[in-house]
């Protein structure tokens, strides 16, 4: 045997350990890891529109809540919050469309809910896109139309920018009742309008949408009727404001 030879051997067996714990890793760890769910590959892949770094289990009952409020309000620093268990919970419309009312896709939730009486909230805290204190929200005379949305089909409608790319929106809301505007800040759980049946409605019902980076994601992924908010909604909520 050669110098040459007996360096070529002493290399393999210095590199042969590596490529046994890289196979390892290939064909052993990684199928296992995928059954037993350590490793998820699409997690955080934009083919999946579900799949999202905001999104929020509706396990977790905290990240956004059921949109419509209660008749229970609680007054906090000037602010009306729906505290108590929510009064309208029948969903009508579900995102994919294709119904008896929605030729096409939907891209929202539509909850049953009696013209100017269900307290509508903000399903998470973030700053109001929409109305601009300028618009005159009333049915036919409204002009802004920001973000792909109108009043002509929306009637008066609420957006929130909650960050990272997340906007709820709130369709045919009732005429005159939206206490916010453009530009302030709500917390989650606040009283931001009344539901009602204004635009392209056939009746009294909330049309709420989640858009994740513009994309209409469907609402069911965030919110749950099961777990519409915490049951200590009400304590959390006057602890943190009195802080
Ligand atoms: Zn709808």
Redesign the pocket.
């Known amino acids: 045997m050669n110098g040459d030879m007996k360096k070529k051997l002493v290399i393999a067996g210095a590199i042969s350990p590596f490529i046994f714990i890289i196979f390892f890793i290939v064909i052993i760890f990684v199928p296992v890891g995928l059954v037993l769910g350590i490793i998820d590959f699409d997690g955080g892949s934009s083919s999946n529109s579900y799949a999202y770094e905001g999104y929020s289990s509706t396990n977790d009952n905290t990240g956004y809540y059921w949109p419509i409020g209660s008749s229970e309000i609680t007054t906090v620093n000037g602010k009306e919050f729906a505290t108590g268990s929510p009064s309208a919970t029948t969903i009508t419309?579900w995102f994919a469309g294709n119904d008896d009312v929605h030729s096409g896709a939907?891209g929202?939730i539509?909850i049953a809910a009696v013209v100017g009486q269900e307290n509508v909230i903000a399903t998470k805290s973030g700053t109001v896109l929409y109305p601009d204190v300028n618009d005159n929200v009333s049915i036919g005379t409204c002009t802004n139309f920001p973000y792909g949305a109108n009043c002509k089909s929306y009637g008066n409608y609420v957006m929130i920018d909650h960050g990272d790319g997340i906007i709820s929106l709130y369709?045919h809301l009732y005429a005159d009742s939206i206490t916010v505007k453009k530009g302030d800040y709500v917390m989650q759980g606040q009283v931001i309008a009344k539901s009602g049946s204004s635009g392209n409605s056939t009746g009294g019902h909330l049309?709420f949408e989640i858009r994740i980076n513009g994309n209409k994601s469907d609402p069911l992924e965030y919110v749950s009727v099961d777990k519409p908010r915490p049951s200590n909604m009400k304590d959390n909520l006057i602890t943190e404001e009195l802080q």
Request: net charge negative; no cysteine; hydrophobic share 35%.
């Open positions: 419309a939907h929202a539509d369709g049309h």
